[in-house]
């Protein structure tokens, strides 16, 4: 059962993003801080980041998330609240 104080959230993040190691950079980071949920690339050349942890955990990932790997450019990076019960992952993956 996830403590109460999970909360979840969504990133979608533009720029170069996708081909650059991106994913990679920030599930490395995510499993680094104990986050569940995954990152993706999306068809419109976003990566897209879901996460549940702590609010503590969410804000350190949300930072390697705008810094990125040195061969990123993050130009925009747009967040949502989600539901911490609609993130069902156990660890953090790439998809």
């Known amino acids: ?3 109460p ?3 979840a959230a969504r990133w979608l993040v533009s720029g170069r993003v996708q081909g650059v190691g991106f994913r ?3 599930a490395q980071r995510a499993q680094d801080l104990g986050i569940a949920g995954w990152v993706s690339n999306l068809s419109d050349g976003r990566v897209e980041v879901v996460a549940r942890g702590n609010p ?3 804000v350190a990932l ?3 998330i705008r810094a990125g790997p040195s061969a990123a450019r993050v130009e925009t990076v747009e967040k949502l609240k989600i ?3 609609s993130v069902t992952a156990k660890s953090f993956g790439v998809r």
């Open 56 to 58: 503590t955990q969410l």
């Open 62 to 64: 949300e930072g390697a």
């Open 5 to 7: 104080e999970d909360e």
């Open 24 to 26: 990679w950079f920030v």
């Open 83 to 85: 539901p911490h019960h």
């Open 1 to 3: 059962m996830t403590p």
